[in-house]
């Protein structure tokens, strides 16, 4: 009788010259097969044994051959199994990569105050006088406005100071200007015969009667003899006097 022919085990094939032989480590073929096959992408071989079927990548890795997953690298990550590329994650997330699979699963959002850009590892601290829009951006205060911390919410300037745009703090207004509004950029100059003898006035204020204003900051009173016309001392026309209320009247013969 003849002989029965034998059947190769999984994990080798069979020609028929040499009978069966063994796959090589990231293929795999199972019993009676006529070839060893690669393993599919997202797929390994893991225990490099040819007669187990190839495992899928799990979670937060991805197969760069027949035999290996690896990690995510920094700024990507993979929620499924299977995989031979990961994701890459948007702007205003981060995936700071390494081996802890938590952590290359998802991506993160980035902490209050700070912006990431396309496939970041890490998020970036707005400066100080800016704050961060969407996590994507950071965006300086507008004009009028301040904030100390990139985590403070850019908030108005009080009245009598100003700043300037992705200011820090606000600036007093000077002697002889005033702000009387909240949120404003820019201080204002006195009025002629009127002063702000302070830094950080609201107000200007009016002389009082017999006084003009110098510099906008001090009043001074005008000398025995004068009266204040269009916001200077003025003396009296010779033969005149001044008399109260700043009225120059003819002297008695």
Not at 3 to 12: E, T
Not at 209 to 218: D, F, H, I, L
């Amino acid at each position: 009788g003849s002989a029965a022919c034998s059947v190769c085990a999984a994990g080798q094939t069979t020609d028929r010259i040499s009978g069966c032989t063994e796959c090589q480590a990231g293929k795999y073929a199972g019993v009676a097969a006529s070839e060893c096959v690669d393993c599919a992408p997202g797929l390994a071989d893991l225990d490099e044994d040819a007669s187990t079927v190839c495992q899928s990548c799990e979670p937060g890795r991805y197969s760069i051959d027949t035999m290996t997953c690896v990690h995510c690298d920094p700024g990507q990550y993979q929620d499924e199994s299977g995989e031979d590329h990961c994701k890459v994650c948007s702007a205003g997330l981060f995936s700071p990569g390494g081996t802890d699979d938590s952590l290359i699963t998802a991506c993160m959002d980035c902490p209050v105050g700070q912006v990431a850009a396309e496939e970041a590892s890490q998020c970036t601290s707005c400066s100080n006088g800016e704050r961060a829009v969407g996590s994507v951006e950071c965006i300086g205060c507008e004009a009028g406005k301040f904030s100390a911390t990139p985590q403070t919410p850019c908030a108005a300037c009080p009245v009598g100071q100003v700043s300037s745009s992705a200011a820090t703090t606000c600036t007093e207004c000077e002697p002889g200007q005033h702000q009387h509004a909240n949120g404003e950029f820019a201080c204002e100059e006195c009025p002629a015969g009127r002063v702000a003898p302070d830094a950080g006035s609201d107000l200007c204020f009016d002389c009082a009667v017999g006084e003009v204003a110098v510099n906008s900051t001090a009043c001074a009173a005008c000398s025995a003899g004068e009266r204040v016309v269009s916001g200077m001392c003025v003396a009296c026309q010779p033969g005149r006097s001044l008399h109260e209320g700043g009225i120059c009247v003819m002297c008695s013969p």
